[in-house]
């Protein structure tokens, strides 16, 4: 299994940004589905989840109501990033999982991707 994120960049606060993420999977399975954070010398930190028939989403708090999480065709993944603040400044990770236990625990996630840099400005 592959997972490929794009759509980072610099934005200035209060901008917005869309990151995406692309699982690809010979087996045919529909994955779970979520985003983490992390800044340089701190653990990765969740930022958001859905499940695998985008019927269940879930957010950290540092983020609901300013992120949207959605997916579409079979494992394609988005996160639409309104609002931003300079401490959202981070590398953006998607990860992937066939089952379902905590969603908030990045060792739940079997697959990652390779990261998209998001940096908002002040």
């Known amino acids: 299994v592959q997972l490929q994120a794009f759509g980072g960049g610099l934005v200035q606060a209060g901008g917005s940004l869309k990151l995406s993420c692309a699982a690809s999977?010979?087996?045919?399975?529909?994955?779970?589905m979520a985003w983490f954070r992390q800044t340089p010398g701190k653990e990765r930190e969740f930022v958001a989840f859905?499940?695998?028939?985008?019927?269940?989403t879930v957010y950290a708090d540092s983020v609901k109501g300013r992120f949207t999480i959605s997916r579409e065709f079979k494992n394609t993944m988005y996160l639409q990033m309104d609002s931003l603040r300079p401490e959202d400044t981070a590398t953006y990770f998607c990860?992937?999982?066939?089952?379902?236990?905590?969603?908030?625990?990045?060792?739940?996630?079997?697959?990652w991707g390779q990261g998209t840099q998001v940096t908002v400005s002040s």
């Open positions: 990860a992937a999982t066939r089952g379902f236990s905590a969603v908030a625990i990045a060792s739940t996630y079997d697959y």
């Open positions: 859905i499940s695998n028939n985008g019927g269940t």
């Open positions: 999977d010979r087996t045919g399975s529909t994955f779970y």
